[in-house]
């Protein structure tokens, strides 16, 4: 937010004659300045989540989800100078909580297949508890108001799963492709798993339609 100077005017050496305080315009009273209260922020992030998975991304504006927020705009566009910010930011807020939940399956005492089969697992669980938050990354995929600054820092919080990979490639489990390949087709696959699991038409349990559609990973 930038501060404009105050320029003196033709009449600034006049005296005021009543002054501002005294002048009953009846108009309407400025917003107070925006401030971090806390809360607010993740107020906006948990109504934009709502509103986008209900509406889509582009049929919701801003001035909805701070009505729905119970915020003003002037606060949303405090903690997010525009739509594009706000979808970048849910956006990578998601990515590191799903990324989170994969690394905590993780147990470096097991074999590599193993480890990364049980950080799928992983993800699965958590997609399954957060069914909002998989239809927001789904719909946001191919965002193009998504800025590279976000794709580096998910990126980075995937880092550990290239390694990973990189493993994998050596110890001959898979072929040698670039990690972007991979991990396109971990995120694929978990979303199908997940898919199936949610619509309930497959005739398999949950467990059976884990298992199967991870052994495809290993099947290429």
Known sequence: ?????????????????????????????????????PGNREKILDTALRLFTQY????????????????????????????????????????REMAGAARNGDDPSLPTKERIMQCMRGFIAWGVAN???I????????????????????HNELSWMAGLIDVAIREGLLPDLPFEFHGTMVYQITSGIL???????????????IENGLAMFWKR
């Open 56 to 95: 889509g991304v582009d049929a919701t504006p801003t001035a909805r989800i701070s009505k729905e927020a119970g915020v003003s705009t002037g606060t949303l566009f405090y903690y997010f100078p525009d739509k594009d910010r706000l979808v970048s930011e849910l956006y990578l807020s998601i990515k």
């Open 135 to 154: 239809r927001f990354l789904d719909q946001c995929y191919n965002y193009p108001g998504i800025g590279e600054d976000v794709y580096e820092q998910i």
């Open 1 to 37: 937010m930038t501060t404009q100077s105050k320029i003196p005017g033709k009449n600034s050496g006049r005296a005021k004659r009543g002054g501002t305080q005294a002048r009953k315009t009846g108009g309407r009273q400025p917003e107070p300045a925006p401030v971090n209260i």
């Open 195 to 209: 898919a199936l699991i949610g619509s309930g038409a497959s005739g398999m349990s949950n467990d059976e339609i």
């Open 131 to 133: 069914p909002l938050k």
